[in-house]
């Protein structure tokens, strides 16, 4: 799915609201991007319209399961060109964080699966045995599975 990098900051910005608070509204979206109320309504609608989130005007608004996995899919791409930026590159932290954010928008999904690839084999922090996809959760499943299996193992 081909989503705006406006589309993709609401995206995340409700998935992580949705992770701290009960109910997210089009209040607390509007503060935590600084825009208007009208707006944040503007681009919810435009997100309920592509199936991404449940919304009716004055109510909560929250994640389908088709945004949450869009919502992950981002996040996900970010972290990846982060490490790569910070950890790999050298850059300072901000800067990473900067161009994580403004390069993830621009890369294609086989593009970012070699990045990560690349990434956490140059690191050494696991194995991306199970034929990596940032489309497919079960591999993120996968390696959070096998990094707690490691961190236990490093524990005993």
């Known amino acids: 799915m081909n989503l705006s990098n406006v589309q993709e900051e609401y995206l995340k910005t409700i998935y992580i609201l949705q ?14 991007l600084h825009k ?13 319209s592509e199936g991404l989130v449940d919304y009716e005007a004055y109510k909560n608004i929250s994640l389908t ?3 949450e996995q869009e919502a992950k899919k981002i996040l996900e791409a970010y972290d990846i060109m982060y490490i ?8 300072d932290e901000k800067m990473a964080e900067k161009e994580a954010t403004k390069v993830k928008a621009t890369l ?3 593009t970012l699966n070699k990045i990560a ?3 956490h084999k140059t690191l050494g922090l696991y194995s991306l045995e199970c034929g990596y996809d940032i489309n497919k959760e079960k591999c993120i499943t996968c390696l959070r ?12």
């Open 145 to 156: 599975r096998r990094t707690r299996k490691t961190n236990a193992e490093n524990i005993i």
């Open 117 to 119: 690839v690349y990434t």
């Open 36 to 48: 208007t109320k009208p707006t944040v309504n503007y681009a919810i609608n435009n997100l309920k």
């Open 19 to 32: 992770k701290k608070e009960d109910q997210v509204r089009v209040t607390d979206i509007a503060n935590k």
């Open 108 to 110: 294609e999904d086989e």
């Open 84 to 91: 790569f930026f910070y950890e790999i590159l050298g850059l």
């Open 65 to 67: 399961h088709k945004g």
